[in-house]
């Protein structure tokens, strides 16, 4: 059974920052590309950030220059350093990943809330 459990989320002002975690656990062979989704209320859910195992990254236009992605492939980590941030990217954030157990699947993280206020 794989599991993604995210951590790092919270209340932050206007123009803080947060970094967020994800750690895949399970009977795991390999992992492909992993990335953070978020969806705010009343909304659907949006595709912020993707890396994929050999580190090359996507960013939305929303969050370039103020977001980073990085992964540790050693203990299967997502991590996701959020600077500058808004009041809009308040959201549930949600950690998936291309995970090959017996198969090759999709996998989501149980999601983290970001709220930036002051």
């Known amino acids: 059974q794989v599991q993604l459990v995210e951590s790092g989320g919270g209340l932050v002002q206007p123009g803080g920052s947060l970094r967020l975690s994800c750690a895949a656990s399970?009977?795991?062979?390999?992992?492909?590309?992993m990335g953070w989704y978020r969806q705010a209320p009343g909304k659907q859910r949006e595709l912020v950030t993707t890396?994929?195992?050999?580190?090359?990254?996507y960013y939305a236009d929303s969050v370039k220059g103020r977001f980073t992605i990085s992964r540790d492939n050693d203990k299967n980590t997502v991590y996701l350093q959020m600077n500058s941030l808004k009041p809009e990217d308040t959201a549930v954030y949600y950690c998936?990943?291309?995970?090959?157990?017996?198969?090759?699947?999709?996998?989501w993280g149980q999601g983290t809330q970001v709220t930036v206020s002051s």
């Open positions: 998936n990943a291309h995970i090959y157990s017996r198969i090759w699947k999709f996998y």
């Open positions: 399970g009977s795991i062979f390999s992992i492909n590309d």
């Open positions: 890396i994929t195992s050999g580190g090359s990254t």
